[in-house]
């Protein structure tokens, strides 16, 4: 989240934000709360389980520690200590890289074991969730690389936040109704947050700053780029080569698996 004191100013139509605003660490809490209200309506359904591989704990530790470095940093930019911000800033740019390879195992053991949620074909599965972390850690990447410059800073870093809430509204949205586009479903969940604050923009100072627009193409993109790559020669290709000589190669990777049986 931004430091919000000595910003570099890049866009005189949109008003400075002040230190002390609230708005992004309300955001952030709204939008961990939304990860949590996810993933426990999963567990409380009995959709998941804490006797799962060694792998599927260490992903679920490395993204719910990413949220609450997210609401610890939104608080720290907003009511300090900044020093503590910016240390603990340089901990999540490590943080991330741990994600996406804690998320890769996962994924392709997923595919390589047939176990793609019945939702999504699982050539698709396998290349939208690195897409979808790639288009994150670009966004959180850019916020970093612009630090000095609050305005970008803080919008870039709900953007990315953003983008990883998808997974969190796929376990409250229903999933199955929304075959064959329930990935872009809940993309359109994520979209929700750089909605609000580009209503807030707009509210506040009448114009939108560009960084929502970054992050909304950037969300967009992903989604529109993973579709077209599965239903490609390059998405077959990636599939057969990640699932050959697992169970998954049995499952054809554009063909939706079958609903798990009734408890």
Same mark, same amino acid.
């Given at each position: !989240? ?13 008003? =400075? ?46 993204? !719910? ?15 300090? $200590? ?103 479903? =809940? ?59 697992? $169970? ?12 798990? $049986?009734? $408890?």
């Amino acid at each position: !989240m931004a430091t919000l004191a000595g910003s570099m100013r890049t866009d005189p139509d949109v008003q =400075a934000e002040p230190r002390g605003d609230t708005f992004y660490a309300k955001l952030a809490i709204i939008m961990a709360l939304t990860v949590v209200a996810g993933f426990s309506l999963q567990l409380a359904m009995g959709r998941s389980t804490f006797a799962s591989p060694l792998r599927v704990h260490v992903h679920a530790v490395l993204f !719910m520690g990413w949220v609450a470095i997210f609401v610890l940093q939104s608080q720290f930019a907003t009511r300090g $200590p900044i020093a503590l911000h910016r240390k603990l800033g340089w901990l999540a740019v490590g943080w991330m890289f741990a994600m996406l390879a804690a998320a890769m195992v996962v994924i392709v053991a997923m595919a390589r074991n047939g176990t793609v949620p019945f939702f999504f074909t699982p050539q698709h599965f396998l290349i939208a969730d690195p897409l979808t972390l790639l288009g994150f850690m670009g966004l959180t990447g850019a916020a970093v690389v612009l630090r000095r410059d609050t305005e970008w800073h803080a919008r870039l870093h709900i953007s990315g936040m953003a983008i990883l809430t998808g997974p969190a509204f796929g376990r409250i949205i229903p999933m199955p109704l929304l075959i064959p586009y329930a990935f872009e479903a =809940a993309g359109v969940g994520s979209a929700l947050f750089l909605v609000a604050g580009i209503v807030r923009d707009k509210r506040r100072s009448g114009a939108v700053h560009p960084a929502w627009w970054v992050g909304l193409a950037t969300l967009v993109g992903t989604l529109v780029l993973a579709r077209l790559l599965a239903d490609s020669a390059i998405g077959d290709a990636i599939y057969q080569a990640v699932v050959a000589g697992y $169970p998954g190669q049995a499952i054809a990777g554009m063909a939706y698996p079958a609903p798990p $049986p009734p $408890p």
